[in-house]
């Protein structure tokens, strides 16, 4: 572990944590890295990263057990420091403590380890790991307190796991020395769960297509139910098509459809069992294990969705040879969930066929086309199974829908050959790489471990909370598939059967712009571009060249927008908000031909409702009335203010991309024009109104009134006014309706959190965050549902929340770790972030300090501007082709780079071990949060 750039400096006691090296090792690890310093700095040197994922996200798999609590014994091997008596803590370390101010050497003399102890030995080694890593402290009585990131390791001072706390091995000491191990045995108490039967509660998996999830049938949980659906199962009835009622609406005639469950017969009810499921991130399966020692019965599940199959599901059941498990598929109504509507005629039912041993439901619709569910159970040796075939069965299924054609019956029934014939182990292999190949597009971990901090923030069980969201995202959508709606695959009866814009969608897609996920974000774009035609029609009311979407959707976009006419408050908003993600995708991917071809275009089509409605008073432009979305009692003002915060964000936008792309626009003098002579919004004393006629002054959950700060960020927040003004708003608005930071939804929390820490009110961020997962709004699962309707947004965006934390991305600037204070998350790391102007951004922060950021180049942009606390010791940059001007408070400027270069800026004398990305060690008590661990 060496300064990059002081290798001539590297010397056995100073940087190298060594002990009982030899010589020659020892000068031989200087050549290498002397030589990998000298190759870093001729070509760029970019961080390690050192992230096992399948053993980091085990610690976040959520895990439901059944039956009572049971006491296990469980053993840990650890290094024995007691073998070096003379160690910091060993029986022969000095004692008592030297005088304050002094040094005194903690251990052997062949350790070459300097202490240090100020007032006692709270800080031994002190000195010697500030000289080689920066700020770090531990303990020397029983090395209780050492924190070191680069590593996650257990070290006990005692037998006693109620002394042992997690801490880093003292990185190069351990891997350089050859330490004798231990056992540690202490008797944990695992187990204590009762059978679920709400749909929110429960693991579930998907393809991006396909999907399903487990509950039981009733509270003994003799009938395990699996949920099944599709999320491209639309009914499509238009004028002049059977079944088509005018007057009912698009949730009648073109609602989402449900498809069925499987009934699983367990041998005996859940409720007496023992055992867990389990859903494994890493590979995307569901498994289970069942134990009824009275009976007695043994039931082992797994099931997954073969991700390169994504129409195919496989479920696998072992189980006691002396009892059975049937399980049966039962098809739902295919009708709208929506309620009673006189005149609504449902689908026909289903019809049942069986070919050459494969099951085949098939659903017809009224309007054309059909949907089908195909089965198919194998009870023979398949080429992974190792148990007696007579006790295993492989039920292969498959989901199909045809429209207008009606083929889904024969899709569905050669998919289930197909998965079939590939057989388990090549099926698993395949859905394992692929899924591993997921999730590495981006990383964060924010663990803090077991101290005070982390019991006030929760930071392990919100790690775990967004990489099961990451696992969601993944499962829900998938590319060049259908855009996201409330539900994705997990159909489940509801009022609200397609796409929501007046927020749901917006905050879905969110996480995925930061998270480098852009092939699942460039789904929403698809379904804009793909329905165009509808889109014109939307906006007719407007003018031949105008765009629009309506607040709610369904499948095929067309829900068309009123004028306002001073008589009404109509909704028309939402599509320049749809605007706002479409561009999110294309400057944070530098993909310069979705800015020329999609979004300026759309853009400037949706841009023209605006200008077709404004007006002229006293040389400022004013809006019409129009709705502020679900905020009651609305007064019929003008200059709604979530509408005037979307038409400043459109013209700004426009017309930037306009002096880029396109100087010769002829609407450019018209945009700048309006841009510079637009109302600022009506404001009060509590901060942005509702309206020019309507104060903030009830309990509202949508924060639209306050697009002006979030999520456009209009303000300049370094303006003492605007920063006062945003600060009365956030104030208003939380304590009218998050009393005690308890909001009634989990969007309210999502948005609390974000526009707090736009303030620079970390703590509150974090503390929202925190009753979020508290609350009871988020589910065992990490679903969220209101009234029991499927709304997947809430926990998504709180995912972009989390995000924001670390990586702050706006107005040309980015911002690492913005305003994380020592006091709540001293540590966190992330890398592959996505930064608006294509880069990929990589940071970790260690004891409240950022020891580097990388940046790396996916685009024509070679400026970057990041703001960070990296105020101590001199900036450097690798490679030396980028030139970095480093300002004392902490800002600098990277430009010189060109598309695909790497640069890492870190402070003179940064060991190059320090440049890695690893997993923080997190608190235990918190790992496998989510499942019957969380109070949910």
């Not at 696998?316 to 609504?344: C, K, L």
């Not at 990489?467 to 695959?489: E, F, T, V």
């Not at 028309?572 to 995708?585: A, E, F, K, R, S």
Request: aromatic residues 10%.
């Amino acid at each position: 572990c060496m300064p990059l750039g002081k290798q001539e400096e590297f010397t056995m006691g100073k940087y190298c944590r060594t002990s009982r090296m030899s010589w020659r090792t020892h000068r031989l690890n200087v050549v290498a890295v002397a030589l990998f310093v000298a190759v870093g700095v001729a070509s760029g040197i970019e961080v390690e990263d050192d992230v096992n994922w399948s053993t980091f996200l085990a610690r976040h798999d959520p895990i439901w057990t059944l039956g009572p609590p049971t006491e296990h014994k469980v053993c840990r091997k650890v290094p024995d420091y007691s073998a070096f008596a003379g160690y910091c803590g060993g029986p022969t370390s000095p004692q008592p403590p030297p005088p304050p101010g002094t040094h005194g050497t903690c251990g052997p003399s062949s350790a070459s380890i300097t202490c240090t102890t100020k007032d006692s030995l709270e800080d031994c080694i002190n000195q010697y790991i500030v000289e080689c890593e920066g700020s770090q402290s531990c303990s020397s009585f029983g090395i209780a307190k050492a924190w070191h990131n680069d590593t996650i390791a257990q070290l006990y001072a005692t037998d006693s796991v109620a002394d042992a706390t997690a801490n880093a091995d003292w990185t190069l000491y351990i891997r350089n020395t050859s330490l004798p191990q231990r056992n540690v045995c202490v008797n944990e108490t695992r187990g204590g769960g009762v059978p679920w039967t709400h749909w929110e509660d429960g693991p579930f998996w998907g393809s991006g297509l396909v999907g399903g999830l487990f509950r039981f049938a009733d509270a003994d949980g003799r009938m395990l139910r699996m949920d099944l659906g599709r999320v491209d199962i639309w009914d499509r009835r238009e004028q002049g098509t059977p079944g088509f009622k005018e007057g009912l609406g698009d949730l009648y005639m073109k609602p989402r459809l449900p498809l069925g469950h499987l009934n699983i017969t367990l041998p005996a009810p859940a409720s007496n069992a023992t055992g867990y499921f389990r859903t494994n991130l890493h590979t995307a399966e569901v498994t289970a294990e069942l134990v009824w020692p009275a009976v007695p019965a043994q039931v082992s599940l797994r099931v997954f969705a073969p991700y390169h199959r994504s129409s195919g599901l496989v479920l696998q059941i072992n189980r006691s040879s002396a009892v059975d498990v049937p399980v049966v598929f039962v098809p739902e109504a295919s009708a709208s969930t929506r309620g009673h509507a006189s005149g609504y005629v449902p689908n026909p039912p289903a019809t049942r066929h069986v070919v050459d041993g494969t099951t085949t439901w098939v659903q017809t619709l009224l309007a054309g086309g059909d949907y089908a569910f195909a089965s198919r159970t194998d009870t023979a040796r398949s080429d992974a199974e190792e148990t007696d075939p007579t006790h295993s069965e492989t039920h292969w299924m498959a989901i199909a829908y045809d429209a207008p054609d009606a083929t889904s019956g024969r899709t569905a029934a050669q998919t289930v050959a197909e998965l079939q014939n590939e057989g388990l182990e090549a099926l698993q292999h395949t859905h394992r790489q692929q899924w591993a190949a997921l999730y590495p597009q981006s990383f964060i971990s924010v663990a803090q471990n077991a101290s005070g901090a982390d019991t006030a923030t929760l930071s392990t069980a919100l790690e775990g909370f967004y990489w099961n969201q990451m696992y969601k995202l993944h499962s829900a959508i998938r590319a060049g598939g259908q855009a996201l709606d409330l539900m994705g695959p997990w159909f489940q009866p509801s009022g609200w059967l397609y796409y929501w814009f007046d927020l749901n969608v917006q905050l879905q897609y969110w996480p995925l712009y930061t998270a480098n996920r852009l092939d699942l974000a460039r789904t929403l774009n698809d379904y804009i571009t793909r329905n165009m035609d509808n889109l014109y029609a939307n906006g007719a009311a407007f003018g031949p060249n105008v765009i629009g979407i309506g607040g709610a959707c369904p499948y095929d976009l067309s829900c068309g927008v009123s004028k306002p006419d001073f008589k009404g408050l109509p909704m028309i908003g939402d599509g320049p908000w749809v605007m706002h993600n479409l561009y999110q995708y294309a400057i944070r991917s530098a993909n310069t031909t979705a800015l020329t071809t999609v979004v300026y275009p759309l853009l400037k089509a949706q841009t023209e409702m605006y200008l077709n409605i404004t007006f002229l008073v006293d040389g400022v432009y004013h809006l019409p009335p129009t709705n502020s979305p679900e905020y009651p009692h609305q007064e019929l003002g003008n200059d709604t203010n979530y509408d005037v915060a979307l038409f400043a964000w459109s013209l700004r936008t426009l017309i930037d991309l306009a002096h880029e792309f396109a100087p010769a626009e002829p609407r450019l003098a018209v945009w700048e024009h309006v841009a510079e002579r637009l109302t600022p919004g009506p404001i009060d004393a509590g901060g942005y109104m509702i309206n020019n006629a309507t104060s903030f002054s009830v309990s509202h959950r949508h924060f639209s009134h306050a697009f002006h700060i979030y999520p456009l960020r209009l303000l300049d927040f370094a303006d003492g006014n605007s920063l006062a003004l945003a600060q009365r708003t956030l104030d208003r608005w939380t304590n009218l309706t998050c009393q005690q930071q308890k909001c009634p939804n989990g969007f309210t929390y999502d948005g609390a959190a974000s526009i707090s820490h736009l303030l620079g009110r970390t703590g509150d961020a974090i503390s929202y965050l925190r009753h979020f997962l508290t609350s009871g709004k988020v589910h065992q699962s990490t679903m969220y549902s209101e009234g029991g309707n499927p709304c997947i947004e809430s926990p998504l965006a709180a995912a972009n929340s989390v995000q924001e934390l670390l990586l702050d991305t706006w107005g040309g600037r980015q911002r690492v770790f913005p305003g994380l204070s020592h006091a709540l998350w001293p540590d966190a790391v992330f890398h592959r972030l996505l930064a608006q102007g294509g880069f990929e951004v990589s940071a970790r922060r260690r004891n409240g300090t950022t020891l580097f950021v990388q940046v790396r180049a996916l685009g024509h942009q070679s400026t970057f501007v990041a703001d960070t606390d990296m105020t101590r010791g001199t900036l450097q940059v690798q490679p030396p082709s980028v030139h970095l001007t480093a300002h004392p408070n902490g800002t600098f400027v990277l430009t010189g780079l060109g598309k695909g270069t790497v640069a890492v800026v870190s402070a003179v004398g940064t060991p190059s071990c320090d440049l890695t990305v690893a997993p923080l060690p997190g608190n235990s008590a918190e790992f496998n949060y989510w499942g019957t661990n969380s109070t949910a």
